[in-house]
Structures are given as C-alpha cells and as structure tokens.
C-alpha cells in the first residue's frame, strides 16, 4: 500500500488530453512539493516534473503539473504514442521522513 | 553531463549482505545528496535511503535497521549496503542524485533528477 493514491491506469487516443491524479496527506503533499517520474518500458525513471510545476530541460510543453490541498496531477496534451509508460508521484513525508511514492499510473495509448 | 553506474553482485543468498556502489562521473559528488531506490519486479518504486557527500544520511523507517548507506569521495562513489537479505528484496537498484532544498514559500522539495540505470539484484540460494 503505497503513501501516494494513484490510479492503476489511464489511458487515452493520440492528440487528446490525460490527466493522472496523485492523492496524499498533509505530512507529503499538502506541505512540501510534488514530482513526477516518467519510467518508459524497460528504463530507469526519468524526472519528469519537479517542484509541483517545474519541466526539466528537455521535457516536452505537453506536459504539466500542478498541486492544490493534498492532491496532484499531472497532464498530458496532444498525447503521443511515445508517452506509453509508467508514471510516478513522490514528494517528501514529514512524518516518515522519507521519500515516498505513488504506486504508479500505467498509461496505454490506444 | 553527469552519469550514474550501479555496479555489484546480481545474486546473493538469504541472510547474507547485499552491497551495491554506485559511480559517479562527469561531475563531483561533493555538495549533493544522494540516493538509492528499488523496484521489485512488476512492482513500483521504494525509496531506501540518502546520504550527503559530508557523510550525513537518512533511511526509510521501514528499512533504517539493515541499510547502511557510506560515500567515498576520493572515489566519487556511494555504496549501498542491505543486510539480512530474503526474497523479498529482489529488486532493480538504482541509485540517483537528490536535490534537496525550500521553496521561498517553505516548501521542501526533494527529488531525483539523474538517475543510474539500475542494476538487477536476485535473492536466492
């Protein structure tokens, strides 16, 4: 049982919008910020979103993040057949303190 | 470009030590946190633990009592020791810098922003 509530799956056709939904608490995300992690079939996860809303260098505009109370999600527009893949929340715990994640949303680009 | 190398033994039998070190190249350990984090297979990602290059760490609660997280800098590495090893630790290892740090609002932030490419490891007699 994962400390970050994701849904198992999504999935959606090339070209429309995806949003993926991450839920916490006010120990991880309702006080510290929220990231994303994309892990593409047989790789090590790739940050994806950082900071709530932050793109890493490289990453595309079609993806975003954002954050309000103790839930997250992440979108995806124009969505492409390359964004098939796993994809993690995680932020920081205060009360573990520890890293935690959610248990990671599969999506299928049909 | 900073590149991580997990590197150590991908079999080791219950009950024994399962130790990992990770190399750092393209860039110097110091003045970073860094981190190593499993995936069982199927399964998703758990955190295990940090170190700071000055040799301060932290453990995930369910963990803290088998790892052992040591950095080398003369080396550029960090290692990852996990003792008492069963079944269920098999998992891909990887390791990863953490940037950590507040917000101007006070909001902590750490994430992993490289990442080794992860080494599988197999408990088993």
């Known amino acids: 049982q994962s400390v970050l509530t994701q849904p198992p799956s999504a999935s959606g056709t090339p070209g429309q919008r995806v949003t993926i939904s991450c839920s916490g608490s006010?120990?991880?995300?309702?006080?510290?910020?929220v990231n994303w992690y994309q892990q593409l079939p047989g790789t090590a996860p790739k940050l994806l979103i950082y900071?709530?809303?932050q793109r890493p260098s490289g990453v595309p505009d079609r993806f975003s993040g954002s954050k309000s109370g103790t839930s997250a999600s992440l979108a995806i527009s124009g969505l492409q057949s390359e964004d098939e893949a796993d994809y993690y929340c995680a932020a920081w715990d205060d009360s573990l303190n520890a890293v935690v994640f959610g248990g990671g949303t599969k999506l299928t680009v049909l | 470009q900073v590149q991580l190398q997990e590197s150590g033994p991908g079999l080791v039998k219950p009950s024994e030590t399962l130790s990992l070190t990770c190399t750092v190249s393209g860039g110097s350990i110091s003045s970073y946190y860094w981190s190593w984090i499993r995936q069982p297979p199927g399964k998703g990602l758990e955190w295990i633990g940090y170190?700071?290059?000055?040799?301060?760490?932290n453990y995930n609660p369910s963990l803290k009592s088998r790892v052992t997280i040591s950095v080398d800098t003369s080396k550029n590495q960090f290692s990852l020791k996990l003792s008492s090893v069963t079944a269920a630790d098999t998992a891909v290892y990887y390791c990863?810098?953490?940037?950590?740090?507040?917000?101007?609002?006070?909001?902590?932030?750490?994430?992993?922003?490289?990442w080794g490419k992860g080494t599988t490891v197999t408990v088993s007699s």
């Open positions: 170190i700071y290059y000055s040799g301060s760490t």
């Open positions: 990863a810098r953490l940037k950590v740090g507040a917000t101007a609002t006070l909001y902590y932030y750490y994430y992993m922003d490289v």
């Open positions: 900071s709530n809303n």
């Open positions: 006010s120990s991880n995300i309702g006080s510290n910020t």
